[in-house]
């Protein structure tokens, strides 16, 4: 697997982090509902379960199929989650009836349309880091003042690639070369979008290494308009560029190679070439390649040397990629 590396210009921090129920908490921060419409949309609380769990035990509690079930995105199962999941409106009085030991449902609203993955605006995290000490502490809040400044690099977290990770992406280059065919599509589609977030996170690491103060902005970047969200190509890097990616007005984006994407111009395609495969069949995207989080509170409890960082990420972005930016190392989780 590849070693992510991080812009913080300091030593490796030594603090313990661990996915459970009681030490990584994140709830989606929702699209503004239409209070009115065809869907159910149910605000869930869960423990200890992935959404694809929670959708098949949704499914068979209900007697309705999978695809009827909508969700906005996938949190991890190692964790305690509010997220928010959409079923059709005529199975209002079966979800009243609806129990389960590891599944709360907090509220019910309806909408207009089924949800869809991304129909989310970020996602807050609570999260408790140990073994901190008050020099550790100290750097942790450096850390993370340099990364509120200079952005976070986007990575794909470990939870992208699935335990096998090595065989997964062995499967995916497989199926693209029609050596293998599945017949599960949705597996299908994992496997391969775990192969193209392969190949982004690759092209980062060498971006990375371009300028370790701050992401350096190359002619032929595309970026992301984070007003309207929508790409565009910067031939020559000026002046205003570069102040508006410091304001977070616009952000550089990699390429997730596949068909129909937009990709990069003059220096910036030099080096995403090398990180491109055009014998992809899915569908490409392009992926913020920097992320500001917004740090709402640090809190430390000085008799059990633990520190609670509350976040929040724009969807898509990975708290476990914030903690170990904010250690400059890799986790083995």
């Not at 907090?106 to 408790?128: E, P, V």
């Not at 335990?163 to 995916?172: G, S, T």
């Not at 199926?175 to 599945?182: A, C, D, F, P, Q």
């Not at 952000?251 to 129909?260: E, F, H």
């Amino acid at each position: 697997m590849l070693k992510r590396v991080y812009n913080i210009d300091s030593k490796e921090l030594t603090f313990s982090f661990s996915q459970n129920e009681d030490d990584f908490i994140v709830e989606e921060i929702p699209i503004k509902f239409s209070n009115k419409g065809n869907f159910l949309i149910l605000k869930i609380k869960k423990r200890n379960l992935s959404t694809w769990d929670l959708i098949t035990i949704l499914s068979k509690n209900l007697n309705i199929y999978e695809n009827e079930i909508g969700y906005a995105g996938l949190k991890d199962k190692n964790a305690t989650t509010i997220q928010y999941i959409s079923i059709p409106k005529k199975y209002s009085k079966d979800i009243k009836k609806f129990k389960n030991k590891k599944i709360e449902i907090l509220d019910t609203i309806l909408h207009a349309n089924k949800l869809n993955i991304g129909d989310l605006l970020s996602n807050r995290f609570l999260i408790n880091l140990k073994g901190v000490d008050y020099i550790t502490l100290n750097k942790i809040e450096k850390n993370i003042k340099t990364i509120l400044k200079i952005g976070m690099p986007n990575y794909f977290g470990f939870q992208r690639f699935g335990k096998e990770v090595e065989i997964n992406l062995q499967k995916a280059k497989d199926l693209i070369e029609n050596k293998i065919h599945i017949k599960d599509r949705k597996l299908e589609k994992m496997l391969i979008s775990a192969y193209q977030s392969y190949y982004f996170n690759s092209w980062l690491i060498e971006r990375l290494k371009l300028n370790k103060d701050r992401f350096e902005l190359i002619n032929g970047d595309i970026f992301n308009n984070k007003i309207d969200n929508k790409l565009f190509t910067a031939k020559n890097i000026n002046k205003k560029i570069e102040e508006d990616f410091t304001l977070n007005k616009i952000v550089p984006t990699g390429l997730l190679p596949g068909k129909k994407v937009f990709r990069s111009i003059l220096n910036a395609r030099q080096l995403e070439e090398k990180f491109d495969n055009s014998d992809i069949y899915e569908k490409g995207y392009r992926r913020d390649a920097v992320v500001f989080p917004k740090v709402l509170n640090i809190k430390y409890n000085k008799d059990e040397k633990v520190c609670n960082l509350d976040f929040i990420l724009p969807k898509g972005s990975y708290a476990t990629v914030f903690i170990e930016n904010i250690a400059n190392k890799n986790f083995n989780f």
